[in-house]
């Protein structure tokens, strides 16, 4: 055993002298690889438990009697949304700040300096428009009756309204100079903004009153009040929702670095 240690410690350090490791010396450079790392870590915290929820414990909650149900959902909720919420709060402002300092390289490049804050305001305000129209939908389904309460039908609204918001984003950024790397950004990190909006305008907002009102429940005895079926409704489409948007998500996060198929005009 000391003999293997010894032996696969030698080989590593012949390895490692032999290679030519150079780290770079530019604070700009150890801010990209340090906010790139962040930024992937939370996200996939954020995203892992945003799947747990989905595909895990969704399921395992309805197939448990009410009053097991009711003692399990307060402690699972909790801890997982603590931790889906400040983990989507690193991955965006990480991102975020990734995303600003592509967009002032393209505007350089372009013979732009200045132009950059421009093109980030009329991101922002792209997406947030977008969130908007998908939260009055998911309200509108939490009470509504006939079509609108079918969550395939607001499904189909919410990736109709995604959809048209990412073609405005890349119709208005795509400018001379502007990258690949910085459109695809501009449609995953917006879906991210508007899930990073999910989580704490929509999904924690109603989740943590029904935590309140289940744990009254089961240790006072106090009854749901009504509007607690309209929350959960709401949280439920939510993070489902939330789920299948990661899905492009991910793709243009990825298309950024290895897939060049967008560019400025």
Same mark, same amino acid.
């Given at each position: 055993m000391v003999f293997s240690c010894a032996l696969f410690s030698s080989w590593l350090w012949t390895a490692l002298w032999k290679l030519?490791? @150079?780290?770079?010396?530019?604070? &700009?450079d150890?801010?990209?690889?340090?906010?790139?790392?962040?930024?992937?870590?939370?996200?996939?915290?954020?995203l892992g438990f945003l799947f747990f929820f989905v595909l895990a414990v969704a399921p395992?909650?309805?197939? @448990?009697?009410?009053?097991?149900? &009711?003692k399990v959902f307060p402690e699972i909720s909790a801890r997982g949304l603590w931790w889906l919420r400040w983990s989507s709060v690193v991955a965006w402002l990480f991102g975020f700040r990734y995303f600003m300092i592509l967009a002032k390289t393209d505007a350089v490049n372009a013979g732009r300096p200045d132009a950059w804050g421009g093109?980030?305001?009329i991101w922002f305000a792209c997406w947030l428009v977008a969130f908007a129209i998908e939260m009055a939908l998911i309200q509108a389904s939490g009470g509504a009756s006939g079509v609108m309460k079918n969550k395939f039908v607001i499904g189909a609204l919410v990736l109709l309204v995604m959809t048209?918001?990412?073609c405005l984003v890349v119709w208005l950024l795509a400018q001379p100079g502007v990258s690949n790397r910085t459109l695809c950004i501009s449609i995953g990190g917006g879906l991210g903004t508007v899930l990073f909006f999910n989580v704490w305008g929509i999904t924690w907002r109603?989740?943590?009153?029904?935590?309140?009102w289940t744990r009254a429940a089961a240790q006072q005895g106090i009854p749901m009040p009504p509007q607690a079926e309209k929350l959960t409704r709401m949280a439920t489409l939510t993070l489902e929702i939330s789920f299948w948007l990661s899905f492009p998500l991910i793709f243009f996060m990825a298309a950024s670095a290895h897939?060049?198929?967008?560019?400025?005009?």
């Open positions: 030519n490791v @150079l780290f770079t010396g530019s604070p &700009a150890i801010e990209q690889i340090a906010l790139r790392w962040g930024h992937i870590v939370a996200g996939i915290t954020w395992a909650l309805k197939a @448990l009697d009410p009053a097991t149900r &009711a093109w980030i305001a048209a918001a990412s109603c989740q943590k009153r029904l935590i309140a897939f060049p198929f967008l560019s400025g005009q």
